[in-house]
């Protein structure tokens, strides 16, 4: 049962377009949601979050929006630059609880 | 920094084999976890451990075991390597609190092991 999903499996932008990977869950217990940015041969770094009592969080330029009754969530980056590039996932979870993750994204940011 | 080690990014093993995965981290986090990472399967988790000698099941634990005998290291064991295991292994922590858990969790660079 894929509680996470993420449907695209890449993602092509321009320099300085704006960037929406997008995310669909099906766990309505879930309470949080967070974004990891993973490089190759790297590990996957935390990049923004959201509580399900919300429906936006910006952090410069990167902004999640929670759309609770349709359970989709997504992730604006804007203006989208070359060192974006990378794999995306998203992440659901309830509190105290561990992390259901997607199938991530490849975001490829063309200069 | 908070900071996950990984004993060793790039493995070749041998079917039936058995494959140690060592994980440190310097931040006393409570909680570790191991995922492996597979094209088109996303992160997902194999164990995990809220504290010394404690373990739970994640999603896909068949085939491996684990071990928490101190606070900051976490190991996973291959018992009998399979090919089907080749795959990147990332180890994770995170805090463990009451409240408002955000769920961050921090990452190590990762374990390449190919099974031959």
């Known amino acids: 049962d894929q509680q996470v999903k993420q449907n695209s499996p890449s993602l092509s932008v321009q320099e300085g377009r704006i960037s929406i990977l997008n995310c669909d869950y099906t766990?309505?217990?879930?309470?949080?949601f967070l974004w990891y940015k993973k490089y190759p041969a790297e590990g996957p770094t935390f990049l923004i979050s959201?509580?399900?009592?919300?429906d936006k969080n910006e952090d410069g330029r990167f902004t999640v929006f929670l759309n609770k009754s349709a359970k989709h969530l997504s992730l604006h980056i804007v203006p989208s630059q070359p060192g974006d590039s990378a794999v995306y996932f998203c992440?659901?979870?309830?509190?105290?609880?561990?992390?259901?993750f997607g199938e991530g994204t490849q975001l490829t940011v063309n200069p | 920094d908070v900071k996950v080690t990984q004993s060793s990014r790039y493995l070749v093993k041998r079917t039936g084999e058995k494959v140690f995965l060592e994980c440190v981290q310097d931040?006393?986090?409570?909680?570790m976890f191991w995922y492996r990472q597979d094209p088109g399967l996303g992160l997902r988790l194999i164990y995990f451990?809220?504290?010394?000698?404690?373990?739970e099941k994640g999603d896909i634990p068949e085939g491996y075991s684990v071990s928490r005998e101190k606070k900051e290291r976490f190991s996973l064991i291959l018992e009998s390597a399979s090919t089907n295991q080749t795959s990147m292994y990332l180890c994770?922590?995170?805090?463990?609190?009451?409240?408002?858990?955000?769920?961050?969790?921090?990452f190590g660079e990762g374990s390449r092991l190919t099974v031959l």
């Open positions: 451990s809220y504290d010394v000698k404690m373990k």
């Open positions: 766990n309505s217990m879930f309470d949080y």
């Open positions: 994770a922590s995170s805090f463990r609190t009451l409240a408002a858990f955000t769920g961050e969790l921090f």
């Open positions: 992440a659901g979870g309830t509190s105290g609880s561990r992390l259901t």
């Open positions: 931040m006393d986090h409570e909680n």
């Open positions: 959201i509580s399900s009592i919300k």
